[in-house]
């Protein structure tokens, strides 16, 4: 017998199920490891709609479930590798080759947004997905001025990013 919470649940997941593929390919690239991460943000929303309280819409408590689940995915990756071979890899990841090649792949710009940093590419996807200033501050916990310079910066990153390649 299906209760009211999963009935809501699937409700939701038909309206939301593409744009949650995309935060999930937005945080992601391998494909086995996003199927993965996508399973995973669909546990915890599952989990997180227990405690919605209606103090936002359901489509801002979505958001913020899947990115916060993505955003503790990479924070695992990156966990125990020491500034110094961070800093190296993501100078790796950044070459003038990975950007040519994201350009010129079929989905070039996920590609290309991937490369960004976490909270310019955070933003740059929910912005992406036609959320309001507003609601992006609700959902990754910074003010609306700041959600606009964030937002500023990945586009000109990105820009950059595609015109020097």
């Known amino acids: 017998m299906r209760t009211d919470q999963d009935k809501n649940f699937s409700e939701l ?17 391998r494909p086995a490891i996003r199927d993965e991460l996508f399973q995973e943000i669909l546990f915890e929303l599952w989990k997180a ?5 209606g103090n936002s819409s359901y489509k801002t408590y979505i958001y913020r479930v899947a990115h916060n689940v993505a955003f ?12 110094a071979s961070f800093s190296a890899e993501f100078k790796k990841e950044v ?11 079929a989905d070039g710009l996920s590609s290309a947004i991937r490369l960004l940093p976490l909270k310019q590419r955070e933003v740059l ?4 997905e036609g959320l309001t200033y507003q609601e992006i501050s ?4 910074v003010s609306h001025s700041n959600t606009g ?11 950059d990013m ?3 390649a």
Do not use: M
């Open 125 to 128: 996807s929910l912005f992406l």
């Open 13 to 29: 997941i038909k309206k939301y199920e593409k744009a949650l593929w995309r935060v999930a390919a937005t945080y992601e690239a």
């Open 95 to 105: 070459s003038a080759e990975k950007i040519h090649i994201a350009k010129q792949n």
């Open 72 to 83: 503790k995915h990479v924070s695992r990756q990156v966990k125990g590798k020491s500034a």
């Open 162 to 164: 595609l015109e020097n």
């Open 49 to 53: 709609l227990k405690s919605f309280k």
């Open 149 to 159: 310079v964030i937002l500023n910066r990945a586009k000109n990153q990105l820009k």
């Open 138 to 141: 609700e959902i990754i916990g």
